[in-house]
């Protein structure tokens, strides 16, 4: 006679594997549908750094530099409790349409949190910190839209 914990992992169902509307290696996504969740991603992420009031925001597409990511996006916020604010309102938005971020950086200092929601990541700053760090000029370096930099 079998023991009852083997008798019971031969007749238990398995769990259904989980449906996700994100990456996972090894599987492939039809294009259309993965534009709809880069699209609706995009919307929920707008539309929250709009609510909060963002200041300057700035969308940088980055397909082609890099692997990590499609689009960066900087922003900033009045004070350090501004910048947490909108980076929360961030993850609850991408929460609310069930493709919750991969990664949040930052949120205890609150002078740059960065939101990673995968093939978008958002950086909110404090305009000093966005500034002195200067992403924009580091993703956008030779590209076309900024011949001014170049010719000087």
Same mark, same amino acid.
């Given at each position: 006679?079998?023991?009852?914990? !083997? +008798?019971?992992?031969? /007749? =238990?169902?398995?769990?259904?594997?989980?449906?996700?509307?994100?990456? /996972?290696?090894?599987? +492939?996504?039809?294009?259309?549908?993965?534009? #709809? /969740?880069?699209?609706? @991603? *995009?919307? =929920? $992420?707008?539309?929250?750094?709009?609510? @909060?009031?963002?200041? #300057?925001?700035?969308?940088?597409?980055?397909?082609?530099?890099?692997?990590?990511?499609?689009?960066? &996006?900087?922003?900033s916020g009045t004070s350090t409790? *501004? &910048? !947490?604010?909108?980076a929360d309102e961030v993850v609850?938005?991408?929460?609310?349409?069930?493709?919750?971020p991969i990664g949040v950086e930052?949120?205890? %200092?609150?002078?740059? /949190?960065?939101?990673?929601?995968? #093939?978008?990541?958002? *950086?909110? $700053? @404090?305009?000093?910190?966005? %500034?002195?760090?200067? @992403?924009?000029?580091?993703?956008?370096?030779? #590209?076309?839209? *900024?011949?001014?930099?170049?010719?000087?």
């Amino acid at each position: 006679m079998e023991p009852a914990r !083997k +008798r019971a992992a031969k /007749v =238990a169902p398995k769990a259904a594997p989980r449906k996700s509307a994100v990456k /996972v290696p090894g599987k +492939r996504i039809k294009p259309d549908l993965q534009e #709809d /969740v880069f699209a609706r @991603l *995009h919307r =929920a $992420m707008s539309t929250a750094l709009e609510d @909060l009031k963002a200041r #300057d925001t700035r969308e940088i597409d980055v397909r082609g530099k890099t692997s990590v990511t499609d689009l960066i &996006v900087v922003t900033s916020g009045t004070s350090t409790r *501004h &910048v !947490k604010s909108i980076a929360d309102e961030v993850v609850r938005s991408a929460k609310k349409i069930g493709l919750p971020p991969i990664g949040v950086e930052g949120e205890r %200092e609150a002078e740059w /949190v960065l939101v990673d929601l995968g #093939d978008i990541v958002v *950086h909110v $700053m @404090l305009p000093r910190t966005r %500034e002195f760090y200067g @992403l924009e000029r580091l993703w956008t370096v030779g #590209d076309d839209e *900024h011949p001014e930099q170049l010719a000087g």
